[in-house]
């Protein structure tokens, strides 16, 4: 299994709920970002997704316009990268 297969899964079990096309972008926050990745780094990812989907979304706006509510949405998501990633730095030891 590749190293991007295996981040994929691990979001996957985390995020059971998530499209792959948003997952994969998920992956790319843990790969660059790792647990450094914030609650706008989320939105901006699901901002690209769902920019496709339904460019008139009331939430595809920056991400320090949307209310606090709306930011903590995020926060589940934010929180799952994060756990990939520390177990990513054990893994690879």
Known sequence: MSYISNTVE????LLNDCPDEL??????????????TSLKDVHEAWGFWKNRLDPSHKSLIEFDRLTPEVQELDRKYMEAIHAVARQSKITNR
């Open 10 to 13: 691990r979001l996957n079990i």
């Open 23 to 36: 997952i994969d972008l998920y992956g790319l926050l843990v790969l660059t970002k790792g647990e450094s």
